[in-house]
């Protein structure tokens, strides 16, 4: 009896773990698949890069460009200071550049 016992325990440990090992692997190829060849890519001079890094520099570009504006004016001064309407101008105007380029739509 105590021979059938431990195989008993051990048979749907050893199954168990195989079959999170497969569904892991599973997993990760298929998240591998799907990122490969989905990004749009630019040529600039001779490297690709992907087409959201573009996308995320136009908007730092931007932003940066619509807060040294509003700095020098006087009664927006203390709105151009505000680290959210940086974050935010940068993330819409990559979002915006991003589905008018390269979404297609």
């Known amino acids: 009896m105590g021979k059938e016992d431990a195989a008993l325990s051990e ?3 050893q199954t168990g773990g195989s079959s999170l090992r497969s569904t892991r692997g599973a997993a990760c190829a298929l998240g591998l698949a799907a ?10 001079l001779g ?3 992907p087409a959201w890094l573009i ?7 931007a932003a940066y460009a619509a807060v ?13 200071q505000s680290g959210l309407l940086f974050c935010s101008l940068t993330v819409m105007v990559g979002l915006l550049v991003w589905w ?5 739509f």
């Open 11 to 13: 048979g749907p440990q």
């Open 35 to 44: 990122s490969l060849g989905c990004a749009p890519t630019l040529n600039v």
């Open 47 to 49: 490297v690709y890069f």
């Open 55 to 61: 996308s995320a520099v136009v908007g730092l570009v």
């Open 68 to 80: 040294w504006w509003m700095g020098r004016r006087p009664g927006q001064r203390a709105l151009a």
């Open 100 to 104: 008018i380029f390269f979404s297609s």
